[in-house]
């Protein structure tokens, strides 16, 4: 094991070349510029390939081409990079291309603030692309180490579901130096809880199996395989076909391959202070997690009955942990509320759900703390101005 | 015609569009170029900017040093911002709701126009809007921190074409923009440098008097990036066009011309030799590279030439 004192970009770099990555397509953009210039030198020593594409969306194409080749390959961007991967994103999901896009969140919409962190995207990863028919898996790790591992995972679960993959990180996770192991052999990797999946090629005779199958490998092309590869509906052997039964097929396994094996991954969220049933119970993922960890902490400390649920597992969305009846409060790096949505639709009718808004800055300690207070004694935020509206 | 009479006297009395106080970097060509273009024309102006380090450093905070009006749009949309407002301002004048003659101009580096902008600025110059679309020239994405673009020169040092032991840099020629623009059968197609500022400010002047879609391709050093001095920045303009790096012309309705020749073709290492990113071509064992970016430098120029000889309009 190697320590180091890195930023989340080299962390991430390290975790994707130790996955099996050794292609990379980017495109320049605050703040995730210089996971490609690591790329860029790192790639050419393992063998792989680095290139510079004219756009995010072309990117995007060229990470997918790339997998077809039969090649681990990765991108990575920040909000006005990932909305021009819409179109590479919606054909790796619809030919089950396995490809990683890390995405490292700032302030938005539109250009918004380069250097400071935001989470703009949390909807958008859920649907980054047209036409719906498609779940999509989403993972959000909240320091660079983790980031690492997430991108490991990330490789991982798009081999083993023959899908994309985005790590939804955010601009102080990328930018923030931290100390960062990075494992040198296989049994260190194991050790740290490292999956890799190698890249199998899929010799047919089916482009996709009908069920949701998973471990099947993806479509490369080559190697005598035959294969067909097209943007429209396919059918199982890979012709287009605009045919409604043809796509109830194919949008039934884009689904159910991704919902009917949760298992793999719903093991990816953290919980502290759960096991007594809090009066109220804050949710989060990403950086605004680690103040909120602090301030549960601090806030057990001084007797108030307070939990953690963080989220690692962004989507498809783990339901499961806002089962039970009880205060929500969500805490968020945007002022528009979206984690708030999904787990005021996940908890019990007439739950309280509350939410705490801040961009580019995080909330503080004693913010929050003040905060789980006001809401235990019933209170509400509404007057200290962090909640837009009542939810 | 177009070189009437621009002295620097004349020029000096001109107001400011474009004033001080911005955060370019010092010894940065960019600003120099936008000064040269406002001191070229009393028409009122409109000006896009496509994300990139002018647009991030002109207009900071409470703070614009842009005394025109001034859209600033996603890094890939300057042209087709542009071209929807030049459409709106058309319509406007023939409804009879502005009289005034207003001209319209996009900027964009070289990220936002050879690569993700080409898109848009390709569109613009073919449906014909009445713009002029500059582009200043530094050769890599300088404003997220010294990345290759298609406009960057064949072996330069950059953060994603870094010199290794194997590769030593950028592995690709340039993109030859100006060329490619004049394709389009646009009115006016130019390339200028700052310190060649009576033929840039001559090639602008006669740019905004033009109807039609126009595009300049204007050189514009960044010590940053180039790792020069930041005193550099003509010296290292004017070494581009005598090393026919950057050869000055215009291409008016599809005539060609070579608008400066110098008296002395210099050897690319005068452009070469002082830049940080070409160092690695200086190192003993490197000289294939000089002679290999010489010999690009050399093609094109025969090329331009021989081009400019072919149009020559007949003497009657």
Known sequence: ???????????????????????????????????????????????????????????????????????????????????????????????????????????????????????????????????????????????????????????????????????????????????????????????????????????????????????????????????????????????????????????????????????????????????????????????????????????????????????????????????????????????????????????????????????????????LIEAFERLLQGQSLARRGWELEEW | MATTTLTLKELSKKEDRFTHGHRMCSGCGAPIVVKQLMLASDFPLVVANATGCLEVSTCISEYTAWKVPWIHNAFENAAATLSGVESMYRSLRKQGKIDKEIKFVAFGGDGGTYDIGLQSLSGAMERGHDLLYICYDNGAYMNTGIQRSSATPIGADTTTSPVGSVIKGKTQPRKNLTRIMAAHGIPYAAQASPAHWRDAISKFKKALEIKGPKFINVIAPCNRGWRSSTDDAILLSRAAVDTCYWPLYEVEDGVTRITYVPKEKKPVEEFLKPQGRFKHMFAPGNEHLLAQFQAEVDREWDRLNREAREQTPEKA
Not at chain 1, 202 to 226: C, K, Q, S, W
Request: aromatic share 10%; proline share 7%.
């Open chain 1, 1 to 367: 094991m190697k320590r180091y004192l890195e930023t989340g970009n080299f962390a991430i770099t390290e975790g994707a070349i130790l996955a099996g990555c050794r292609f990379f397509a980017g495109y320049p953009i605050t703040p995730a510029t210089e996971l490609a210039e690591a790329m860029s030198s790192r790639l050419p020593q393992e063998g792989g390939i680095f290139i510079q594409g004219e756009d995010e969306c072309a990117a995007l194409h060229l990470c997918v081409g790339a997998a077809l080749g039969g090649y681990k390959a990765m991108t990575a961007t920040s909000g006005p990079g990932y909305i021009l991967y819409a179109d590479p994103y919606g054909w790796a999901i619809g030919s089950e291309i396995p490809v990683v896009i890390l995405n490292s969140g700032r302030v938005g919409p539109v250009s918004g603030i380069t250097g400071a962190p935001g989470q703009g995207e949390f909807y958008l990863t859920r649907y980054p692309t047209q036409g719906g028919n498609f779940e999509t898996i989403v993972l959000a790790p909240n320091s660079a180490q983790e980031a690492m591992a997430m991108t490991v995972e990330a490789f991982y679960l798009s081999e083993r579901f023959r899908t994309p993959v985005t790590v939804l990180a955010d601009q102080l996770i990328t930018d923030g130096f931290e100390d960062i192991s990075v494992p040198e052999s296989d049994g260190e990797m194991e050790e740290m809880g490292f999956r890799t999946w190698p890249r199998k090629i899929n010799r047919g005779p089916e482009f996709y199996p009908a069920m949701d199958e998973i471990d099947v490998p993806p479509v490369v092309l080559g190697h005598n395989t035959g294969a067909l590869c097209s943007d429209w509906t396919p059918t199982e052997e890979g012709y287009d076909i605009e045919q409604v039964q043809a796509h109830h097929k194919h949008a039934y396994r884009l689904i159910y391959k991704v919902r009917n094996h949760r298992s793999l991954f719903n093991h990816l969220y953290e919980k502290n202070f759960m096991d007594d049933d809090p009066d109220l119970v804050v949710v989060s993922y990403g950086t605004p997690s680690r103040v909120v960890n602090t301030a549960v902490k601090k806030a057990r400390q001084s007797g108030l009955k307070v939990g953690a649920v963080r989220l690692i597992n962004l989507w498809p969305f783990p339901d499961e942990h806002f089962r039970r009846k009880t205060k929500y409060l969500s805490v968020e790096l945007n002022w528009d509320g979206q984690l708030v949505r999904e787990v005021q639709r996940a908890a019990p009718k007439d739950s309280e759900v509350h939410f705490i808004g801040s961009c580019g800055d995080l909330p503080t300690v004693t913010d």
